[in-house]
């Protein structure tokens, strides 16, 4: 890494400090964004998404759930937990400091993982089965890979 004439770190793709302390790259990304995608995952907006449907698959299963008390509870604690992936992370590019969003990023990490501790409860304990669980284990995997990743490089 090099620093930058004001003698902020740079993270390797043209970062520059402008207005009032908030980061563009050359490429006009503006603050985080740019730093967290140069992973080469995929874009902030694309990530967005994806977070955004995954929730409301989400929000479909637990609708679908029977009507049982272990399932409204197990059903609860996974849409509160996944719900707030997508609304974490978006605050996360948010961030006004690294460590501002080293943090966010950490409890979007706890929030995915949480989440799929519920889903595989709800597949080992048969309150539900199906296809649409079984990819939503796979995506919920998928997430915390990549929230871990971008925990990883942004320290």
Avoid: H
């Avoid at 990304?29 to 995954?54: A, H």
């Avoid at 399932?71 to 609304?87: C, E, F, M, W, Y």
């Avoid at 400091?97 to 409860?121: H, M, N, P, T």
């Avoid at 296809?131 to 990743?149: G, K, Q, R, S, W």
């Amino acid at each position: 890494m090099r620093k930058s004439e004001c003698g902020m770190w740079k993270w390797g793709c043209g970062m520059r400090n402008v207005e009032a302390g908030m980061w563009k790259s050359e490429c006009g990304v503006r603050k985080w964004e740019c730093r967290i995608w140069r992973t080469g995952i995929m874009s902030d907006k694309d990530l967005r998404e994806r977070t955004k449907k995954f929730a409301l698959k989400i929000i479909r299963l637990v609708a679908s759930l029977p009507r049982t008390r272990e399932a409204d509870l197990i059903g609860r604690q996974l849409l509160k937990a996944r719900t707030s992936v997508g609304a974490n992370y978006r605050e996360a590019n948010r961030a006004r400091s690294r460590a501002e969003f080293r943090a966010k990023i950490g409890i979007v990490e706890q929030e995915s993982d949480e989440s799929l501790y519920w889903l595989e409860l709800l597949k080992e304990s048969g309150i539900t089965k199906g296809d649409l669980l079984d990819e939503l284990l796979v995506e919920a995997d998928e997430l915390v890979a990549i929230f871990t990743t971008i925990g990883k490089k942004s320290k």
